[in-house]
């Protein structure tokens, strides 16, 4: 069930590189390395095709975040963009979990994320080439981080550059919240590479 897959605080995402592919994929596994699922763009055969002639940070992309059965647990959705990206969080269900709007910066990449009442709710901002960033809630106290430091069991499993982690502070039960923060920050790579 939705709310089981985002009880755990920590994910790890390991990209999946797939030169004759136009969709981006990602494997997501918890703290004990055990694969959960996975983070996979969907696009038409239209959208391929404008993908080959113009800017792929003005596109429309979707990404599901999938158990391992393939049950959507969440979505993030952008329509067409021709500055900074507004993107829609869903969960499960389709219900509107809440959004990220980008901030231009150059290097440090900040993202609002907001519920779905438009409440800001979380700030990602950090470095992109040094791949660390911090969570923050509205009152810029940090809730979670998302870094390329491994621990424990994923030490033996990970250590390629393209592999990452994103942690919570255990105080974030809301799930809604919790669904719109999570998304955000594990399908971070996905937005980032799109918007360049």
Same mark, same amino acid.
């Not at 983070?39 to 113009?54: A, D």
């Not at 391992?68 to 993107?87: E, L, Y």
């Not at 901030?103 to 080439?129: M, V």
């Given at each position: 069930?939705?709310?089981?897959?985002? %009880?755990?605080?920590?994910?790890?995402?390991?990209?999946?590189?797939?030169?004759?592919?136009?969709?981006?994929?990602?494997?997501?596994?918890?703290?004990?390395?055990?694969?959960?699922?996975?983070v996979c763009q969907k696009l038409t055969i239209g959208q391929k095709?404008?993908?080959?002639?113009?800017?792929?940070?003005?596109?429309?992309?979707?990404?599901?975040?999938?158990? $391992?059965?393939?049950?959507?647990?969440?979505?993030?959705?952008?329509?067409? #963009?021709?500055? $900074? !990206?507004?993107? #829609?969080?869903?969960?499960?269900?389709?219900?509107i979990a809440g959004s990220i709007k980008q901030k231009f910066k150059?290097?440090?990449?900040?993202?609002?994320?907001?519920?779905?009442?438009?409440q800001e709710i979380a700030i990602i901002k950090g470095d992109w080439?040094?791949?660390?960033?911090?969570?923050?809630?509205?009152?810029?106290? !940090?809730?979670?981080?998302?870094?390329?430091?491994?621990?424990?069991?994923?030490?033996?499993?990970? #250590?390629?550059?393209?592999?990452?982690?994103? #942690?919570?502070?255990?105080? =974030?039960?809301?799930?809604? %919240?919790?669904?719109?923060?999570?998304?955000?920050? =594990?399908?971070?790579?996905?937005?980032?590479?799109?918007?360049?």
């Amino acid at each position: 069930m939705q709310s089981n897959y985002f %009880r755990s605080n920590s994910y790890f995402i390991d990209e999946n590189v797939n030169f004759f592919k136009f969709e981006n994929t990602y494997q997501l596994y918890d703290d004990m390395g055990v694969n959960i699922g996975a983070v996979c763009q969907k696009l038409t055969i239209g959208q391929k095709i404008l993908r080959m002639i113009l800017n792929k940070a003005m596109l429309p992309f979707l990404l599901e975040i999938k158990d $391992m059965d393939g049950n959507v647990q969440a979505s993030i959705a952008r329509g067409w #963009t021709f500055w $900074m !990206s507004k993107i #829609t969080i869903s969960d499960g269900s389709g219900n509107i979990a809440g959004s990220i709007k980008q901030k231009f910066k150059f290097f440090k990449p900040e993202f609002i994320i907001s519920d779905s009442n438009g409440q800001e709710i979380a700030i990602i901002k950090g470095d992109w080439k040094a791949w660390n960033f911090e969570i923050l809630d509205s009152n810029q106290q !940090s809730i979670g981080k998302i870094d390329k430091k491994w621990a424990g069991a994923m030490q033996e499993i990970f #250590t390629s550059a393209d592999k990452y982690n994103v #942690t919570l502070n255990s105080e =974030i039960k809301d799930n809604l %919240r919790k669904i719109a923060i999570l998304s955000s920050a =594990i399908t971070i790579d996905m937005v980032l590479k799109e918007s360049k």
